[in-house]
């Protein structure tokens, strides 16, 4: 992996309660969550910037609308010292939002994303991040997904669901790297 600018911008994507309520379901990667307060801790130490991304549903029923207990951000990935949240009700957090704007009157060219879930709203950001022109990166072993039925009625494991998108990823629109790697570039 190459070095990263000083401007990087790390996004945390939708790591919220709401995906531990119904109907979400059988999650893959249990180590999600150590690995992104790992990867928060080390990228705040180099005080670069970071932008939260919170998925505000629209939809009523839904764990992830706000004023239900699920909106609010999982244990320790609430923002810090007026880190800026963006707020969207889509998969991708460019589509509705000034998430561009915000990246580039700070003159970011790469941005660094993890979350939930891999197969929705991470790897969408990540598509039209690289579509905007970003040096994309994915933590992989930071994100997480869950099981989904496919169109024969058969369950898709969560695991084979994040391996199939995180290589589709990597095939032409993002690095996909662990964070032990991503820290120990931030420390080069």
């Known amino acids: 992996?190459?070095?990263?600018?000083?401007?990087?911008?790390?996004?945390?994507?939708?790591?919220?309660?709401?995906?531990?309520?119904?109907?979400?379901?059988?999650?893959?990667?249990?180590?999600?969550?150590?690995?992104?307060?790992?990867?928060?801790?080390?990228?705040?130490?180099?005080?670069?910037?970071?932008?939260?991304?919170?998925?505000?549903?629209?939809?009523?029923?839904?764990?992830?609308?706000?004023?239900?207990?699920?909106?609010?951000?999982?244990?320790?990935?609430?923002?810090?010292?007026?880190?800026?949240?963006?707020?969207k009700s889509v998969n991708a957090a460019f589509i509705g939002t000034d998430l561009d704007l915000r990246l580039r009157r700070i003159g970011a060219t790469s941005v660094v994303l993890f979350g939930i879930s891999t197969d929705m709203c991470v790897s969408t950001t990540a598509r039209v991040a690289s579509n905007l022109?970003?040096?994309?990166?994915v933590v992989g072993d930071a994100c997480a997904c869950f099981d989904l039925t496919g169109t024969d009625g058969h369950v898709i494991p969560a695991e084979d669901i994040a391996r199939a998108h995180l290589a589709t990823l990597r095939a032409e629109f993002a690095e996909v790297v662990g964070t032990d790697a991503l820290i120990a570039t931030m420390k080069a």
């Open 1 to 87: 992996m190459k070095p990263l600018e000083a401007n990087a911008v790390l996004i945390p994507i939708d790591v919220q309660r709401g995906f531990d309520y119904p109907p979400w379901g059988r999650r893959d990667n249990p180590a999600m969550e150590a690995h992104g307060l790992r990867l928060l801790a080390a990228w705040r130490e180099t005080r670069r910037p970071l932008i939260h991304v919170r998925h505000d549903s629209v939809m009523a029923e839904s764990s992830l609308r706000p004023g239900h207990p699920g909106n609010a951000f999982r244990e320790g990935f609430d923002p810090q010292n007026g880190e800026p949240v963006v707020s």
């Open 133 to 137: 022109g970003y040096r994309t990166i």
